[in-house]
């Protein structure tokens, strides 16, 4: 098992059920897509590309999944959270019931279009 998959699997309910669906999401609309570990948390690339992390906070109740692009998202950003970011933007879920499959399905598809651009939106 690697890390990634650990770091999944050590998780407390309900966020290693949140944890698995937003794999499985992740995997199947942008198929090409590995898991990685970086930072200490699961890390989503496409080649070279970073797609999106996921986040639990040990003394939180909630998840993240977070993208490194969110600079150039036009979708859905009035209900992705910024807290304490300048740039990285992510949907948050406390519970399997809160993820709306669609919403994220199409977040992803924006992710995925803008994979090759920067962090930062450059003018």
């Known amino acids: 098992m690697n890390p990634a998959e650990e770091y999944i699997l050590k998780q407390p309910e309900p966020k290693r059920s ?26 989503f690339y496409v080649d070279k590309f970073p797609i999106c992390y996921f986040n639990a906070p040990s003394k939180k109740n909630y998840v993240d999944i977070a993208f490194w692009t969110s600079a150039h998202l036009t979708k859905y950003i009035e209900i992705m959270v910024t ?15 809160e993820i709306d499959d669609s919403i994220l399905t199409e977040v992803l598809q924006e992710v995925y279009s803008h994979r090759e651009k920067g962090f930062y939106k450059r003018n």
């Open 83 to 97: 807290e304490k970011r300048k740039v990285v933007k992510s949907l948050r879920f406390a519970s399997l019931e």
């Open 18 to 43: 949140i944890l698995l669906h937003l794999r499985a999401v992740v995997e199947v609309v942008v198929p090409e897509v590995s898991m990685k570990y970086k930072w200490g948390i699961p890390c």
